[in-house]
């Protein structure tokens, strides 16, 4: 994916730029009970993760990721509609894309109506940059931008 962040004062994040990032998504059953004594699972694992691979592979593998409010991305949907983009509210740095893309595996794990939740997302930047996320996701995004939610949908939206 890339990104570029122009709310601080790096001049080198200013330029869009590339990374090879990893994210790991640890969940966990909703209700805690009893294994089968057949299948023991609480759900098949194909079925836990298919929708959440086709969102990353579909849409978030070479996306640009850009603020609601940077200028480029305009430009990308007047000179460049094939981009795959994901918007977010301010700057798209790691540790809100980890609590973006926890918010997106809970709300699509809830659209499948998987009993699983998601509890931790590690995001790898970089060999040496990378992000916990555990907790509530909404306690940290940004609030109050014009932005409609793509987070909380269900649907491989990223804008």
Not at 69 to 81: A, I, K, M
Not at 114 to 134: A, D, K, Q
């Amino acid at each position: 994916m890339a990104h570029r962040l122009i709310a601080g004062p790096s001049t080198k994040c200013a330029t869009p730029h590339g990374h090879n990032e990893f994210v790991v998504v640890h969940l966990a059953p909703r209700d805690s009970a009893r294994l089968d004594g057949g299948a023991n699972m609480v759900v098949e694992f194909g079925r836990a993760k298919k929708r959440w691979h086709a969102f990353v592979d579909d849409h978030l593998d070479h996306a640009l990721q850009l603020s609601h409010v940077d200028p480029l991305l305009e430009l990308s949907g007047t000179h460049f509609p094939g981009w795959r983009i994901v918007v977010t509210p301010g700057d798209p740095t790691t540790e809100l894309m980890a609590a973006l893309l926890m918010s997106k595996c809970q709300a699509i794990l809830d659209a499948e109506q998987v009993p699983l939740t998601c509890v931790r997302i590690e995001l790898e930047e970089t060999p040496t940059n990378s992000v916990v996320f555990e907790g509530d996701p909404q306690t940290v995004i940004p609030s109050g931008t014009p932005l409609s939610p793509w987070w909380t949908r269900g649907d491989p939206s990223t804008r």
